[in-house]
Structures are given as structure tokens and as C-alpha cells.
């Protein structure tokens, strides 16, 4: 069963745009991090394309396809 938390934070208003983003980013990356959604349901629930939150997990240092260079050549059948 899935429930939803309500969290009340009191900001200057002219913060209320960036702060939405970065909470949902921050919870988007979380849950990628724990492997509980995809990188691509991740982009999603954070409202950014793909592309977007790729680049953003790499600014954060965060390996968004977890392959070493052999095994992305072994699975891509490259010598």
C-alpha cells in the first residue's frame, strides 16, 4: 500500500520553485541509489528528461550505468 507523507517547511516564497525541484530531485536520486526505480523512472519522478538527470547524476559523481569498460565492450560485443 502506497501512502504519501505531507511535509510543511516555511521559506521565503521566492524559494518555493527551487526547493519543489531539489526535493524532488533529491528523492528521485534516492531511489535510484537504492535501486528501487530505474534511471529512467528516476529522470521521470523528478520532472527531467532523461538527458537532464543523467547529467545531473554525472555533476554528482553518480554512475548512472554501473558497467566497468570491459563488461559494457562484452556486453556490447566489442573487442
Same mark, same amino acid.
Given at each position: 500500500?502506497?501512502?504519501?507523507v505531507?511535509?510543511k *517547511?516555511?521559506?521565503p516564497s521566492?524559494?518555493v520553485?527551487?526547493? $519543489? #525541484?531539489?526535493?524532488k /530531485? &533529491?528523492?528521485? *536520486?534516492?531511489?535510484?541509489?537504492?535501486?528501487?526505480?530505474?534511471? $529512467? #523512472?528516476?529522470?521521470? /519522478? &523528478?520532472?527531467?528528461?532523461?538527458?537532464?538527470?543523467?547529467?545531473?547524476?554525472?555533476?554528482? #559523481?553518480i554512475?548512472?550505468?554501473?558497467?566497468?569498460?570491459e563488461?559494457?565492450?562484452e556486453?556490447?560485443g566489442?573487442?
Amino acid at each position: 500500500m502506497s501512502r504519501e507523507v505531507v511535509v510543511k *517547511v516555511k521559506v521565503p516564497s521566492h524559494y518555493v520553485g527551487d526547493i $519543489e #525541484r531539489e526535493v524532488k /530531485l &533529491a528523492y528521485a *536520486v534516492d531511489l535510484f541509489l537504492r535501486g528501487i526505480v530505474s534511471v $529512467e #523512472r528516476a529522470a521521470e /519522478l &523528478a520532472g527531467m528528461s532523461l538527458y537532464d538527470f543523467l547529467v545531473e547524476l554525472r555533476r554528482r #559523481r553518480i554512475q548512472a550505468y554501473p558497467y566497468s569498460d570491459e563488461e559494457l565492450r562484452e556486453e556490447l560485443g566489442i573487442e
